[in-house]
């Protein structure tokens, strides 16, 4: 069965430092790959995705994700920490190809130091 | 840009009442999914509908059902309410069916209390 394993549950970084929020997947197929951000409250935010080609892919908010068929990870990064940024990050896998249904990881909580 | 539109935002209900949950998509967009996301939890799927008919079916309870009307809106039906159903309740849509590489997007999600 597909699944999603976020090894970090929570992740403290200072400002102005970088992150790498990991992601490991299993799928038997050619992965659809996503990462949601959701504030406190909020609802989820699309940040990247991955369907073919290119595998490091560029998202909002200065965040990229690369991914690695090899390793069966999908690791987020982002160059420099705002203390915007912290929130919990899904990882997120489009559990079959027909139905669109997404499995989730279980989040990682980023908190962010001044 | 138009999102998904989910209404209530927050809903408090006793236990063995009704809610009922609305989802307008983004314009255009003919698929709806809903999530339910308990406390701490990562977003569990429930339904999802494609032009009005239901396209999959995850760990939805008995007690729940749900539609989708041909303004392609939808609304999710909750009986019956118990002490667990308490959790964020989340509408996505996406265009084009549930095709693997449909991008799908969610609405800020309605928060149910049962009390």
């Known amino acids: 069965a597909q699944s999603v394993t976020q090894p970090d549950i929570h992740i403290t970084v200072s400002e102005g430092a970088s992150l790498e929020l990991r992601c490991n997947y299993s799928?038997?197929?050619?992965?659809?790959l996503f990462w949601y951000v959701q504030s406190p409250g909020q609802g989820l935010q699309l940040l990247l995705k991955?369907?073919?080609?290119?595998?490091l892919v560029q998202g909002i908010k200065g965040f990229e994700a690369e991914f690695k068929r090899s390793q069966s990870s999908f690791n987020l990064r982002k160059p420099s920490v705002h203390w915007s940024d912290a929130a919990e990050y899904f990882c997120a896998v489009i559990g079959s190809s027909n139905t669109g249904k997404l499995i989730f990881g279980q989040g990682t909580t980023l908190q962010v130091k001044p | 840009a138009a999102g998904v539109i989910q209404s209530p935002r927050h809903l408090i209900k006793e236990k063995r009442e009704t809610a009922t949950l609305k989802c307008y998509p983004i314009?255009?967009?003919?698929?709806v999914y809903w999530y339910q996301q308990g406390p701490g939890q990562d977003p569990q799927f429930l339904i999802s509908?494609?032009?009005?008919?239901?396209?999959d079916k995850g760990s939805i309870p008995d007690r729940f059902s749900a539609q989708q009307f041909s303004d392609y809106h939808s609304e999710l039906n909750m009986s019956s309410l118990e002490l667990g159903d308490s959790a964020l309740y989340f509408c996505?849509?996406?265009?084009?069916?549930?095709?693997?590489?449909?991008?799908?997007?969610f609405g800020e999600g309605s928060w149910l209390t049962v009390v």
């Open positions: 314009p255009r967009h003919d698929t």
């Open positions: 509908f494609y032009e009005k008919m239901q396209s």
């Open positions: 799928y038997g197929a050619t992965p659809y």
């Open positions: 991955y369907f073919s080609g290119d595998t």
């Open positions: 996505a849509s996406s265009l084009g069916g549930t095709g693997g590489s449909n991008t799908i997007y």
